[in-house]
């Protein structure tokens, strides 16, 4: 894949999450569905992000120490992002929610720099290379990587708990 390509492919992601996160801050309707899928949509963009770390020379030991921090930070932002989220009904019935923006930041920078880290690391064509060819990078690399792929794990637990907070808060809302 070319690297125009790729920075079209990157371009396409940060413009995406940009306006997602503008919704978030001035606030936008929800559902317990669209929670849910963009629950998943982060886990999954994350999963593969981190997956390829393990390509090029992270240890597959440290798959245990992703989950402790995922769990962790789920547990944590579920805990102390509710004050933060403000749940209220407009005038057409829908129910829009606003707030909790940490998580998204820190999921942010943790993807950013993983891309970032990426081209550095393994040039342009990082993002398929990774999945074919097995390359080895040097022990700092390894150790950059390895903070970094920690860091998104922190930024997709809190959002996962931030989501389960405001699926919470809709259910209460509603009743």
């Keep these: ?3 125009s390509q790729i920075l079209i492919f990157v371009i396409m992601i940060v413009i995406v999450l940009v306006f997602r996160f503008r919704k978030i801050l001035s ?3 929800v559902s317990k569905n669209r929670i849910i899928f963009s629950t998943v949509s982060y886990f999954a963009i994350s999963i593969l992000t981190v997956f390829s770390s393990f390509q090029v020379g992270v ?3 440290y798959v245990f120490a992703y989950v402790g921090v995922l769990i962790g930070a789920t547990y944590l932002s579920h805990r102390h992002v509710d004050k933060t989220i403000m749940v209220w009904k ?3 019935g829908k129910i829009h929610a606003k707030g ?3 998580p998204y930041v820190i999921w942010l920078v943790g993807l950013v720099s993983r891309f970032v880290l990426g081209y550095v690391f393994l040039g342009p064509d990082y993002l398929i290379a990774t999945y074919g060819i097995q390359k080895h990078l040097s022990s700092f690399a390894v150790e950059i990587t390895l903070v970094v792929d920690l860091i998104m794990m922190l930024g997709v637990g ?3 708990g931030r989501n389960l907070r405001l699926i919470s808060k809709l259910k209460n809302f509603q009743q």
Excluded: Y
């Design 27 to 29: 606030g936008g309707p």
């Design 1 to 3: 894949m070319p690297t």
């Design 100 to 102: 909790g923006n940490i």
């Design 158 to 160: 809190a959002l996962a």
């Design 59 to 61: 240890s597959i030991w």
């Design 90 to 92: 407009e005038d057409d």
